[in-house]
């Protein structure tokens, strides 16, 4: 079976590559070794973020990605929950509270796009009514908001399909291959496949499937931890950075940045520190129930801006791997699909080309 580009990960990043080259008629093969969204899209909160992302132009690319999500969800055939009434990050640590806030007014200043409000203690409390008295600040942006992400990731999924996508799911990788010419395909466990365009969207196994090309793309993973509450009455006006409150009224609390771990597991410890710090926050949440608790390994470049682009040492091959996959899926499906088939973006991502680290 032979493709005009092949897509490695079926995450909301690669449905997202895979959904916008199939709309402008490009045959796509997505390869998967587990199923749809079966890793870091399924373990996270769900947040489409803006605010506080440092530097500019990092943020001024994520508030990109946030528009498309408004844009796109119009093609959808089902409702993925794209809710963007803003976003409130509160305080209770003064520290975190100031080097956040240093970071909100530099990209204030650096971009006129990134809008966000400083608001006191009081001010927060007016907005959020169920806000402990142990919150010291907060900042407010109004572009962030929240999404249900395996809605979004099925409904990519499905709507590529529909668009002719071929889904070769509990489809293990061995090699990409290639000469001197470029990409030749890749070699899986279910035999060769052809295609002279390759692209690589497959989060934490980016790495090591682009290491025998002589990339190297430094990654550092990172375990983030999330407690879900039982559906309850409306707490959270608006989504927050480690919090969401879902249509049915479910809480999602976390999160963890566990360093180093590649693990997929649930600590008690971690369950324990959400707990606390969100009843701090948000005192009503000390009687209501668990019923979930869930673990995600984070992709984290070294310098935490994305991988994003073409691999000019290996022609054919792109890649499109970042943290705050949620966020950036429609740009990073729209960016890749415009270098394939136009040569080139007016997106600006000399910052994330996959070879910076190369001499």
């Known amino acids: 079976m032979d493709s005009q580009v092949i897509v490695i990960g079926a995450g909301v990043i690669g449905c997202s590559v895979a959904y916008h080259l199939a709309r402008r008629g490009t045959t796509v093969t997505v390869i998967e070794a587990n199923g749809v969204a079966t890793g870091t899209s399924s373990a996270t909160l769900g947040l489409v973020w803006v605010q506080r992302k ?12 946030s528009m498309l999500h408004k844009k796109l969800v119009e093609t959808y055939d089902e409702d993925v929950e794209l809710n963007q009434p803003g976003g409130l990050s509160t305080y209770i640590d003064e520290a975190a509270y100031l080097k956040q806030l240093s970071i909100a007014e530099k990209l204030n200043a650096d971009s006129p796009n990134h809008k966000t409000e400083v608001l006191s203690a009081t001010q927060a409390r007016q907005v959020e009514p169920d806000l402990s008295t142990d919150v010291i ?6 572009y962030d908001g929240e999404i249900n992400p395996m809605k979004l990731a099925f409904n990519l999924a499905r709507n590529s399909r529909k668009l002719g996508v071929k889904f070769l799911t509990q489809c293990t990788m061995n090699q990409i291959l290639s000469n001197d010419s470029g990409v030749l395909g890749v070699d899986t466990s279910t035999g060769v496949i052809r295609a002279g365009i390759v692209v690589v969207a497959a989060g ?28 309850v009455r409306r707490v959270l006006t608006y989504p927050t950075g480690i919090s969401r409150q879902t249509a049915r009224g479910n809480i999602l609390l976390g999160t963890t ?5 590649v ?3 649930t600590t008690a410890q971690a369950a324990r520190k959400i707990v606390n710090d969100s009843i701090r926050r948000y005192p009503v949440l000390k009687d209501m129930q668990i019923i979930r608790h869930f673990a995600g390994i984070r992709p984290l470049p070294i310098d935490g801006l994305p991988y994003l682009g073409a691999v000019n040492r290996v022609p054919g091959l792109f890649v499109a791997t970042s943290h705050s996959g949620i966020t950036l899926a429609p740009v990073h499906g729209k960016v890749i699909s415009e270098l394939i088939l136009d040569g080139e ?8 080309r996959p070879e910076r680290y190369m001499q």
């Open 345 to 352: 973006t007016n997106i600006p991502i000399h910052s994330y």
């Open 54 to 65: 440092a530097p500019a132009e990092y943020m001024e690319l994520n508030l990109l990605s």
């Open 137 to 142: 600040g907060a900042l407010f942006s109004p």
């Open 204 to 231: 934490v196994n980016t790495s090591r499937l682009i290491e025998p090309l002589c990339i190297m793309m430094p990654m550092v993973f990172e375990r983030g931890q999330v407690l879900v509450t039982e559906p």
């Open 257 to 261: 940045y566990e360093a180093n771990c």
């Open 263 to 265: 693990e997929r597991l």
